[in-house]
């Protein structure tokens, strides 16, 4: 059975977009953005920002599980506060090994511990030992930093260190999100780990869905940017495994979402400039998935009143004309 997750996205993908494109369907699992562990044990109130879910059950309020990600480079302060997100109520911990940004890199954590497989053993075997043996570990790498070198060396380093999982997302450090994602390094991976093993990489339509199954061999899968420029790609990826009718959804659909969007951020005291930037930061990343979201961000891109932003969101929406299936745009 195919088990999709939902990315981690620092800066993009919080809970109300965890909540909303959980509720749209297909994914199984989510993640929180990145928690920077470098000097302290955090307070439970960090733990809540980045995962309000903590308060009910670690999960998303249509039920996919909420792993904790933790970044830094200490293994005994990391599993100093992976367990203390266990005892709030985390269902999992995800480890960051992939973060590429300078500021991160330059104090050793990220991407950058990439360079030597024995700093991913050593933090994997401090969490696991920092945390009860019914909640999974799980680690997320690249393909290595400069060059692929260490692929296989990291990806044991994981399993050795005793995670239960392991995600890969299919390019160096170097590399950034510029495509292609190197899928067939995956199917190299899988061969040699007993863990099971999530694919990640420039999924952006079922095509590409389809081509990365069939090259990695992998039964799970981590979108990212392809589900945030396309909500109900999980959905259709789901639906075309299981051979149910296949989802469709409608640009003012999708322009529903974003009128939820805002009325989450609203809710929860966010600022009008802050909502404002969030939805433009959005329609923009659609504009890679829908042919609509192009000339919608063109229209929307000077509004600075989020009233005008929202009544703008919610005549397009009312339109006749975009309640059809928008036309999707392949990568
Ligand atoms: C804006 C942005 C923020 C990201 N933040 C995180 C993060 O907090 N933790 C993490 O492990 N990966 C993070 N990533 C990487 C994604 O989880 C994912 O590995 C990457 O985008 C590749 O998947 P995609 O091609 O499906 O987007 C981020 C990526 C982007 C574009």
């Given at each position: 059975m195919t088990q999709l997750v939902l990315a981690p996205m620092e800066g993009l993908v919080d809970w109300r977009v965890r909540q909303l494109l959980s509720a749209v369907g297909g994914f199984d699992q989510c993640v929180t953005e990145f928690i920077r562990v470098s000097q302290t044990l955090f307070p439970a109130h960090v733990f809540y920002r980045y995962c309000p879910e903590l308060h009910q059950?670690?999960?998303?309020?249509?039920g996919q599980p909420v792993l904790v990600q933790l970044m830094g480079h200490d293994p005994q302060l990391l599993g100093e506060n992976a367990a203390f997100a266990v005892e709030l109520g985390a269902p999992g911990i995800d480890i960051n090994f992939g973060c590429p940004s300078k500021t991160v890199n330059k104090r050793e954590a990220g991407a950058s511990l990439l360079k030597c497989p024995e700093n991913l053993f050593n933090i994997i075997r401090a969490v696991r030992a920092a945390v009860p043996a019914h909640i999974p570990v799980s680690g997320k790498i690249r393909l290595g930093y400069a060059d692929k070198t260490l692929f296989l060396e990291n990806a044991r380093a994981v399993e050795e260190g005793g995670a239960q999982h392991l995600t890969v997302h299919a390019r160096t450090k170097l590399e950034g999100?510029?495509?292609?994602?190197?899928?067939?390094y995956l199917a190299r991976i899988r061969e040699v780990l007993s863990i099971p093993m999530t694919a990640n990489g420039e999924i952006w339509t079922l095509e590409d869905y389809i081509r990365c199954r069939n090259i990695s061999g992998c039964t799970s899968f981590m979108l990212g940017r392809g589900a945030i420029a396309c909500p109900d790609l999980a959905a259709r990826i789901k639906a075309f495994e299981t051979g149910e009718a296949p989802v469709k959804q409608s640009w003012a659909d999708v322009l529903g979402i974003l009128l939820a969007y805002i009325d989450l951020l609203a809710a929860d005291g966010a600022t009008e400039n802050h909502q404002a930037g969030r939805i433009k930061q959005w329609v923009s990343m659609m504009r890679k998935g829908h042919s609509a979201a192009a000339t919608c961000f063109d229209e929307i891109k000077r509004i600075r009143d989020i009233h005008d932003l929202r009544a703008k969101l919610t005549e397009d929406r009312d339109k006749?004309?975009?309640?059809?299936?928008d036309k999707l745009i392949a990568a």
């Open positions: 059950g670690g999960t998303t309020a249509s999100y510029k495509p292609p994602a190197h899928w067939e006749p004309e975009n309640r059809h299936h």
